[in-house]
């Protein structure tokens, strides 16, 4: 199938005004032939002014192949399901309305994907920039709070429950209609923090026998602000995680149980782990890894309660 563009790059957005512009100018800023491109923002029913700021950036710039739209249905999933749909590129490029392109982002992707024919899907490393200092509870075990993903120094192909992030990921067009789009009731709406869409197509995809690659180079930034540390956010957070991967699960009972069972042994293995901390007198560090994966329980068992 022909296509206009190599590649389409596609940002979901909501309420993210602070932001969005950096990351549209993080991909138009590439050196990468702007013929072969275009950016798409999928606004999810922002309330602030995100879309103003879009209009104009669009009117200040109508060399570019660059255009927006707004998706009725809240939620992550449907924004980037919406990306997909709206993309005219061979390659879908996903970037998080809060992140920004670092220095050959386009041209790692679609160099791979030419390289690759056996490739549908890549992610890359996402790093975290802290707009605020961290608390004293934080540590590794919060990598995923703040969006961390890395992998290492080398190209690997991922086969098992390491997953690209939606921050930094992209699929071979054909992957949605090969695949299907991704699982609109899990995912992010609104305020909910229910997770575990993109874990979701990527096992879709491992079951298909496809194939799935981290690029280390393939790197954005990721702010972090001061309210991923705020212990309500972080409750919510952590019971989407339980709550999505329920949802996900849904009817399989066995595997409901044995990630029942996973998770209640990582809860054990959190309070293990957290006596290192205690030992060093670091009481909040062990107090916030044990409700952490505590939460993540709560919500498997409720995930009605992580919407």
């Not at 999933?77 to 749909?85: E, G, K, M, S």
């Not at 690759?116 to 509870?137: C, M, Q, R, V």
């Not at 609109?184 to 993109?198: F, M, P, V």
Request: net charge positive; hydrophobic share 40%.
């Amino acid at each position: 199938m022909s296509y206009p563009f190599k590649v389409s790059a596609v940002i979901c957005s909501y309420n993210r005004a602070r932001f969005i512009i950096d990351a549209v100018e993080s991909i138009f800023n590439q050196h990468f032939d702007k013929e072969k491109y275009e950016v798409i923002v999928v606004d999810n029913n922002s309330t602030d002014n995100t879309l103003a700021l879009l209009e104009k950036y669009k009117s200040d710039h109508p060399e570019y192949n660059f255009r927006f739209v707004t998706e009725e249905n809240q939620g992550v999933a449907f924004a980037r399901n919406r990306c997909a749909r709206e993309a005219k590129g061979a390659i879908v490029a996903y970037l998080d309305d809060d992140s920004k392109a670092q220095p050959g982002w386009l041209k790692m992707i679609t160099d791979f994907f030419d390289k690759n024919p056996e490739a549908y899907s890549i992610g890359g490393k996402i790093t975290p920039y802290f707009l605020t200092t961290t608390p004293d509870w934080y540590s590794k075990y919060f990598f995923g709070l703040v969006g961390k993903f890395d992998q290492g120094e080398n190209i690997k192909q991922l086969i098992g429950q390491r997953y690209p992030c939606g921050a930094n990921m992209a699929f071979r067009k054909k992957v949605f209609d090969e695949i299907g789009y991704f699982n609109t009731a899990l995912g992010r709406s609104g305020t909910g923090l229910l997770a575990n869409e993109e874990k979701d197509i990527y096992m879709r995809i491992l079951r298909h026998g496809k194939k799935v690659f981290y690029l280390p180079d393939v790197e954005v930034l990721h702010a972090v602000e001061g309210n991923k540390f705020d212990k309500d956010y972080v409750r919510r957070h952590s019971m989407g995680i339980g709550g999505g991967e329920r949802l996900r699960l849904k009817g399989n009972n066995a595997a409901l149980f044995k990630k029942f069972l996973e998770y209640f042994a990582k809860w054990g293995y959190a309070v293990v782990y957290g006596l290192g901390f205690l030992l060093k007198g670091q009481w909040s560090k062990f107090h916030m890894l044990e409700r952490f994966r505590w939460w993540v329980i709560e919500g498997f068992l409720n995930p009605e309660k992580a919407k």
